[in-house]
């Protein structure tokens, strides 16, 4: 199976001038604070950056809206219509822009695909595959944080969570709190074997906000010549 | 008589059990090759039989139909897009639509089925191995019957339907002429060669779409006939 994912790969162009930053971890981990901080440093040095967050094409946002809200989805249909607007975002947004030279931030990647959907029950290697067409960010933050603290942060404020959201397509639980703690658990689980795998750049999600953000702009600083991200004529 | 249904590839999660009662029969072919006549005769002729029928075809899932027209009239689509947006309107009726109708005994009869939508994406220089990895799962049918019929004759047929061609039909998105009768000939012939391909892998039965109405669907209740066990032909 190795030689298919080398001959996809091959058709995508996997040398482009820009970067890509995607963050990963479970809701309620500080994720998205944590990539809104990068963005305004970048923004403030005058690099040329652009932000996109997971599941908002607005291609397929009504097919999207309408499966949830009428319950049509099954594991492989959420799957597929989730690929689909990360296609989109890919192929319209994201790629172009590396190739133009920008710095990309990705607020979920296809990891989260790869760990919501096999939660859901499909196949890891038919995920990669399926994904396969996306080139693999320059760098990966996942922001790891004890399932127990998530979950606080998230229950804490007695949120209406969402059908699928809260994984109450699976069946575990009609509780949705109940069913959520253990979707978010399976998730975590996914994440423990792929932050590995992948390799990525691990924080403390538990530390101060600004003592993760210092240590994530070390790292960028210390990966990317962020000069040759200026924007023109600011120099 | 429920028996176990084959898969492409491996089982998805939603469909761990297909052993079902009915039968999912696929007509493949071209615009202008007949098959949704050649359907209907066969959905008649089945049901003077006793017969329960169930049609399915591309874009028209609940989920995704609309979307998909509104998405191809925009120019907004990419081929990765357009490739799982057709995929996610195939699995929403594989699962919502033939699952239970064959799981209740129906004789499902798909116009078009997965083989279009790999090779419409195939000669459109997607992956191969990728466009396999995407329609992993589906159910391959009891039949397939793939109508061929010689690119002039199409043609000839088309026009006497609509007096025009259809854009897509005509792979005018490939750029392969900028005339679309040229075009047209080109893209069928690229779909052809795609299907004599992926023939001995899935085993279709081909049927000479050159013959008159009547005879291909003497051809086709045939075929059903053994494969479904039917008496003496009406």
Redesign the interface.
């Known amino acids: 199976m190795k030689s298919?994912i080398v001959?996809?790969l091959r058709?995508s162009p996997l040398s482009y001038p820009g970067k890509l930053i995607a963050v990963e971890g479970l809701d309620g981990s500080g994720k998205s604070t944590q990539i809104h901080l990068v963005k305004r440093w970048l923004e403030l040095q005058g690099a040329r950056v652009f932000f996109t967050e997971w599941n908002s094409s607005t291609?397929?946002k009504?097919?999207t809206t309408?499966?949830k809200k009428?319950l049509?989805?099954?594991?492989?249909?959420f799957s597929?219509?989730h690929?689909?607007d990360f296609?989109?975002r890919?192929?319209?947004q994201i790629l172009p822009l590396l190739q133009a030279g920008f710095i990309v931030l990705a607020d979920r990647y296809i990891y989260t695909a790869f760990a919501r959907d096999a939660v859901?029950?499909?196949?890891p290697g038919?995920l990669e595959?399926?994904y396969?067409?996306a080139v693999p960010p320059d760098l990966t933050f996942f922001f790891d944080v004890p399932l127990e603290t998530s979950l606080k942060r998230i229950l804490d404020g007695r949120p209406q969570l969402k059908h699928h959201e809260a994984g109450l397509d699976m069946g575990w639980s009609t509780d949705p709190y109940e069913s959520f703690r253990i979707f978010q658990g399976r998730i975590h689980e996914q994440y423990a074997v792929m932050k590995k795998k992948y390799h990525f750049s691990v924080i403390d999600a538990e530390a101060e906000i600004h003592d993760q953000q210092a240590l994530v702009r070390k790292v960028i600083a210390e990966c990317f010549d962020l000069a040759q991200f200026h924007r023109r004529g600011l120099d | 008589m429920k028996r176990k249904m084959k898969v492409f590839g491996r089982a998805l999660p939603e469909l761990k059990d297909t052993a079902f009662p009915g039968r999912l029969l696929v007509l493949e072919g071209p615009d202008g090759s007949g098959r949704s006549t050649q359907i209907l005769r066969l959905s008649s002729w089945l049901e003077a039989n006793g017969y329960a029928v169930q049609f399915m075809g591309l874009s028209r899932s609940h989920l995704a139909a609309e979307e998909l027209e509104e998405a191809k009239q925009s120019n907004l689509l990419t081929r990765t897009t357009r490739s799982l947006f057709y995929a996610t309107d195939f699995f929403e009726q594989l699962i919502n639509v033939i699952v239970p109708a064959l799981r209740a005994g129906f004789i499902v009869i798909a116009d078009r089925y997965i083989y279009t939508l790999m090779a419409r994406e195939i000669v459109r220089g997607t992956d191969r191995e990728w466009v396999r990895n995407v329609y992993n799962g589906a159910l391959l049918p009891d039949a397939v019957f793939y109508i061929k019929v010689g690119a002039r004759n199409l043609i000839e047929r088309n026009f006497l339907k609509k007096a025009t061609l259809d854009y897509w039909e005509s792979g005018m998105d490939l750029g392969l002429s900028r005339d679309m009768f040229e075009s047209f000939v080109k893209y069928q012939r690229l779909i052809q060669t795609e299907f004599t391909r992926m023939q001995s892998e899935f085993e279709f039965e081909t049927v000479n779409g050159n013959l008159g109405i009547d005879r291909i669907q003497q051809n086709l209740r045939k075929s059903i006939s053994r494969l479904l066990q039917i008496g003496p032909l009406d």
């Open positions: 298919v001959t996809v058709s291609l397929v009504k097919a309408k499966g009428r049509l989805l099954t594991p492989t249909t597929l219509i690929a689909t296609a989109d890919y192929e319209r859901r029950g499909m196949s038919w595959r399926l396969a067409f």
